[in-house]
């Protein structure tokens, strides 16, 4: 079974100042890992998908997430926040089914 | 392509009855999952069908159901409402030709119910 852990539960940025948002899993086998942002009344987005090619992924909107095998992690980062942002992010292992950790809240500052 | 759409958007019922939501797949794809979202429990999986079979299966009690459609389409059901079944449901597609396995699913808005 797979599980994922979301390491802080709410992060706030300054515009233009990078976003880090942690996530650590646990898996017998390598799994699979996405990205998925919520904003607020909407459905689940795609940012990104750990395929095994490549252990830096790039996403959508300037995202990217680096998959660490020995620190079984898989932190999302973005160089510079935009408003925009602000959601809610879901790191998410999968098997036949998709495992979400508890959800990280982005509040972006002007 | 048009991505995937849940119907209706909303929807108010009272304890007892039951509730049947809607879900379209983005054309071509085979598979539809169905997820939880409250603010308790965050995002659980349901079950999911493809072929119009289900082939997984979460930890719900039997008041949730449902199937699907020849045309990939899916319902879910839940009968006997519980207050504690307020919550947005969500729906996800995927191609579902790899057995399930590693799948990326593309996700509709939601089903938001309220229970009172």
């Known amino acids: 079974a797979q599980s994922v852990t979301q390491l802080d539960s709410h992060v706030s940025v300054s515009e233009g100042t990078p976003v880090l948002l942690r996530c650590n899993y646990s898996s017998s086998y390598s799994p699979s890992l996405f990205w998925y942002v919520q904003h607020p009344n909407k459905g689940l987005q795609l940012l990104l998908k750990?395929?095994?090619?490549?252990?830096l992924v790039k996403g959508i909107n300037g995202f990217e997430a680096e998959f660490k095998k020995s620190e079984t992690s898989f932190h999302l980062t973005k160089p510079s926040a935009h408003m925009s942002d602000a959601a809610e992010y879901f790191c998410v292992a999968s098997d036949y089914k998709l495992s979400f950790g508890a959800g990280t809240t982005v509040t972006v500052r002007a | 392509k048009a991505g995937v759409t849940q119907t209706p958007r909303y929807l108010i019922k009272t304890r007892g009855q039951q509730v049947t939501l809607s879900c379209s797949p983005i054309?071509?794809?085979?598979?539809v999952s169905w997820y939880q979202q409250t603010p308790g429990q965050g995002l659980q999986f349901l079950f999911e069908?493809?072929?119009?079979?289900?082939?997984n299966k979460g930890n719900f009690p039997g008041r949730f159901s449902g199937r699907q459609f020849s045309n990939s389409r899916s319902e879910m059901n839940v009968s006997t409402l519980e207050l504690g079944d307020s919550a947005l449901y969500l729906c996800a597609s995927s191609s579902g030709t790899s057995g399930g396995l590693g799948e990326t699913q593309y996700f509709g808005p939601g089903t938001r119910l309220l229970v009172l």
């Open positions: 750990y395929t095994s090619a490549a252990t």
């Open positions: 069908y493809f072929s119009e079979t289900q082939r």
């Open positions: 054309s071509g794809h085979r598979s």
